[in-house]
């Protein structure tokens, strides 16, 4: 009972830092999208061609979580985008305290749209909400098409899932049509982008809806 009464502590005070964090966005209207997958989904890849696709339409931000190094940092500074590293230092998520911290060391007065590249890992990410618009899952076809199922929560709430490197689909054991089916039956709105952030293949459709939520959210009453 202690480590429950614990827990719901931590989540309550997390829970009151996001939704000041949202009311920060909000009041400039930014997006904020949270994306999380598993280590090697290719996060930093399809983060750093989105940008390169859409910057001379939509102003970009960048909060890179990792438990360790600044590399992805380094990948995404070279598009021209603001960036902030966080490092966790073991920790296997961002918390909302890490992210109120980021956005004070960023141009929020100048963005349209943040997106915060959490820790790589499909579970202790899911839990905590950071301000955030809206959660992104990313799926590469190498890590199999069975995460859905083992892992529900993220692709419960998600309001897309990116499922990765198709282009080497004839490569590996992934059943495209599976993996779309399982995430439907959890999240029915769920929007679905196989991509190829390495060749291009299908960011344009990412690309468009990416600024179509921006639209959106700036002009919601």
């Known amino acids: ?35 999380i997958s598993s280590p090697g989904s290719g996060k930093t890849t399809i983060l750093a061609r989105t940008i390169n696709d859409i910057k001379d339409k939509v102003r970009v931000g960048v ?3 990792d438990i360790q190094t600044d590399i992805d940092a380094q990948r995404i500074k070279e598009t021209g985008a603001p960036v902030i590293q966080i490092n966790t230092e073991g920790a296997c998520h961002l918390s909302a305290e890490q992210i ?3 956005l004070q060391n960023l141009p929020i007065d100048n963005l349209d749209l943040l997106i915060i590249e959490n820790v790589g890992n499909l579970v202790c990410p899911t839990a905590f909400e950071l301000g955030e618009s809206g959660k992104v899952v990313v799926l590469s076809v190498a890590e199999g098409d069975d995460k859905p199922a083992k892992y529900p929560s993220i692709f419960a709430k998600a309001k897309a899932m990116i499922i990765n490197k198709i282009d080497l689909l004839e490569h590996v054991d992934f059943d495209l049509e599976k993996a779309k089916k399982d995430a439907t039956v959890l999240n029915k709105d769920l929007k679905i982008f196989p991509l190829s952030a390495r060749t ?4 344009e459709q990412w690309n468009n809806w990416i600024i179509e939520q921006i639209k959106k959210y700036q002009t919601q009453e």
């Open 100 to 102: 109120s911290k980021g």
């Open 63 to 65: 909060i890179e979580g």
């Open 1 to 35: 009972m202690k480590k429950i009464k614990i827990e719901k502590k931590i989540l309550s005070e997390n829970e009151k830092i996001s939704i000041q964090n949202s009311f920060t966005l909000a009041q400039r209207n930014i997006l904020c999208l949270n994306m």
């Open 200 to 203: 291009g293949q299908g960011m």
